[in-house]
């Protein structure tokens, strides 16, 4: 398969539709920086993947290259997304196909179906289109990137990759997985085995330990007689078991009353003692607030028996109010609180009397009217604290009451009524001396249970044998199926180091056939490429013997270096039906004589029947291009030029079939003269 054609219209730079026709032997393309070269590389890489690789890692103001993949000018006529497309034609003969991608596309468009054409399915990698794309379409970018800059690991997976020796990797992956599983499983089996076998080993300990308490006979009848007659009851074995253990709940029931009664009795009896006290406080209390409300009472009616005050009265009642107001407030900083007039205390307390003088001058009923308001007052707050302190006394006192009250019930409960703290405390250590020998001769009596513990222990030791013995058939078959497992993940490893050592003693000759030619160091001619490492592989290049040429070569010879690596690589895949290279400036940096050098190997690559098409920015170098790769009447070469035309939109401005040298062009002229 070759690439045939490149239509686009609104791709990158391309404003108006643009349609390349490619030669099937070689293609120049030349023009100056920003006449489009590179997109018509984009166009195809686009075509086959969706994106443009030599992007994907450039972000700027939360944008990338997906947003500005079709034309963003100002001619707003070529803005109708509907318009814009990028076609790619291939062709082999007569068999053609092409690729079409709109803006329009859904997420999820795929051209694998028709990508198919380009590479052998059975034998590609997974991400087969993204590898084709990435070794036939060789930029100046790339060149810098995956030549001497690039890890040796890396350099050797973009080789591996490119041979097609992808297979062996999954081949490997799965016997590895199936190894893992194979030790998982002997892991898990050995664990059965060490379970059961502690189940075992369990089993015959407490077997031991059992038979080992079996108290003797008489023993075992003083505990039962014990039994009996500390619980009042008789019967058999089993029952005296089940009494005993609920006789021991309730004791345990009643300890814990115990302890609680013995560490609130202190409380109770300070209660008992302060109730009398708080019973007479509170009578004290209801007394005085008695009387306090009588005083007010009294002095209500006082007031409301008094004359109703003049007009005159209630000035000079005010008056009276403001001298008693004044007594109250006194002096602030030596001035009068009312005025703020600089005053002695003695001339502020003789004011106040003259005051006073003078409001009962005025009315002297309406100054004892005022004096009975202010004793009302005073008699009302007087009730009023009475009456707080007789609640606050009758609450305490009914508190002592309420505490003293439940205590002596729960005296009563536990049938100690009226008891004291001693009596209390003796009954509590007969209880416990009870739940001892209760405890002590059931931990005996229970002994009679023994014989069947050690029945089902001895079963349980019987289980458990079987289940070692089970486990450890598991265990054989297991290890012998991880031995398998690892001789066939062995096996993989072996095939595929093998079958990759072959493809490369092929393709390593090629690799330094094309350094040579390309010479790009005119001391080192020659450059040895070498594979290491078992788990890992790496590729490793170095030229007279130890020197590594990625920290002595210029930038040039690196490209070039570089260059010899990625053609070679194109060369190498195996896999491809893509028989095309597509080279976008691949010369910047490289000097004029190792072009000539470039040439040469581009027009034997095309000789061999592959198509070349490259891209230059200089006119001189494509006419270099143009008369060193061949043109032949069947199948001649094309130069295109691209740049702008009139209305400043990009273009193709020339393009011209590659003429064939005329056969008798070199014949001596007399020669030509005898024919």
Not at 332 to 340: E, I, M, Q, V
Not at 457 to 477: F, I
Not at 619 to 639: E, F, I, Y
Not at 651 to 668: D, G, I, K, W, Y
């Amino acid at each position: 398969m070759r690439l045939s054609y490149v239509h686009l219209h609104g791709f990158r730079g391309y404003r108006k539709p643009v349609r390349l026709q490619f030669a099937d032997s070689f293609t120049i393309l030349d023009g100056r920086n920003g006449v489009g070269k590179s997109t018509i590389f984009d166009a195809v890489e686009f075509a086959l993947t969706g994106t443009i690789s030599k992007y994907l890692d450039a972000k700027a103001d939360g944008e990338s290259v997906t947003d500005y993949l079709w034309w963003a000018g100002p001619d707003e006529l070529d803005q109708d997304l509907s318009k814009h497309f990028v076609e790619v034609g291939f062709s082999n003969g007569d068999a053609q196909f092409a690729i079409r991608r709109t803006p329009l596309d859904p997420k999820d468009f795929d051209v694998r179906a028709k990508a198919e054409h380009l590479f052998r399915a059975d034998a590609a990698p997974r991400e087969a289109i993204a590898q084709l794309c990435n070794s036939t379409i060789i930029r100046d970018e790339h060149i810098a990137r995956l030549s001497l800059d690039l890890k040796e690991g890396d350099r050797f997976t973009l080789l591996r990759d490119a041979i097609g020796a992808v297979d062996a990797e999954d081949w490997i992956k799965r016997a590895q997985a199936i190894y893992s599983a194979a030790a998982s499983r002997t892991k898990t089996a050995q664990g059965e085995v060490e379970t059961a076998s502690t189940a075992q080993a369990n089993a015959a300990r407490q077997i031991d330990q059992a038979r080992a308490s079996l108290p003797a006979v008489d023993v075992v009848g003083q505990a039962s007689a014990r039994l009996q007659r500390n619980l009042g009851a008789s019967g058999s074995p089993s029952q005296l078991s089940d009494l005993a253990r609920e006789r021991l709940a309730a004791i345990t029931l009643e300890i814990e009353n115990l302890r609680s009664l013995i560490a609130g009795y202190a409380v109770f009896e300070s209660a008992r003692r302060g109730l009398s006290d708080a019973e007479k406080r509170a009578s004290e209390a209801s007394v005085a607030a008695n009387l306090a409300q009588l005083r007010y009472d009294e002095a209500v009616n006082a007031l409301s028996a008094s004359p109703e005050a003049t007009e005159l009265s209630m000035q000079a009642r005010q008056l009276e109010n403001l001298v008693e107001l004044g007594r109250q407030l006194g002096l602030r900083d030596g001035h009068c609180p009312l005025c703020a007039s600089g005053i002695s205390h003695d001339e502020f307390g003789h004011g106040l009397d003259l005051a006073l003088s003078i409001a009962k001058g005025l009315d002297a009923k309406a100054v004892e009217q005022a004096q009975k308001e202010r004793e009302r007052d005073t008699a009302l707050r007087e009730a009023q604290t009475a009456e707080q302190d007789a609640l606050e006394a009758t609450a305490g006192r009914d508190q002592l009451a309420i505490s003293i009250k439940d205590f002596e019930a729960r005296l009563v409960n536990a049938s100690l009524e009226n008891a004291s703290a001693a009596e209390i405390e003796d009954r509590l250590v007969k209880v416990e001396t009870e739940q001892q020998s209760i405890a002590s001769d059931l931990r005996v009596f229970d002994t009679h249970s023994t014989d069947r513990v050690i029945t089902r222990l001895l079963g349980e030791q019987s289980a458990a044998a079987d289940r070692v013995r089970s486990a450890e058939v598991r265990l054989g078959r297991a290890r012998t199926a991880e031995a398998r497992a690892k001789s066939i993940y062995d096996a993989a490893r072996r095939a595929a180091a093998e079958t990759l050592q072959l493809r490369l003693d092929r393709v390593i000759p090629l690799m330094s056939e094309l350094y040579k030619r390309l010479r790009p160091h005119p001391i080192w001619g020659d450059i040895e490429y070498s594979v290491r490492g078992d788990v890992k592989r790496f590729l490793t290049l170095k030229v007279d013997g130890e020197v590594n040429p990625q920290f002595v070569f210029s930038s040039g010879q690196r490209r070039a270096t570089g260059l010899a690596f990625l053609l070679s690589v194109n060369l190498s895949i195996a896999w491809s039906r893509w028989q095309s290279i597509l080279l976008d400036d691949p010369v910047q940096h490289v000097d004029d004589f190792r072009t000539v050098h470039l040439a040469e190997v581009l027009a034997q690559l095309c000789a061999s029947g592959r198509q070349v098409i490259c891209a230059v920015e200089d006119s001189a170098l494509a006419d270099l291009m143009c008369r060193r790769l061949p043109s032949t009447v069947t199948s001649p070469g094309k130069r295109i030029s691209l740049g702008a035309d009139a209305t400043g939109a990009l273009a193709v401005v020339h393009e011209q079939t590659v003429a064939t040298l005329s056969r008798r062009s070199l014949v001596p002229a007399d020669n030509l003269l005898t024919a």
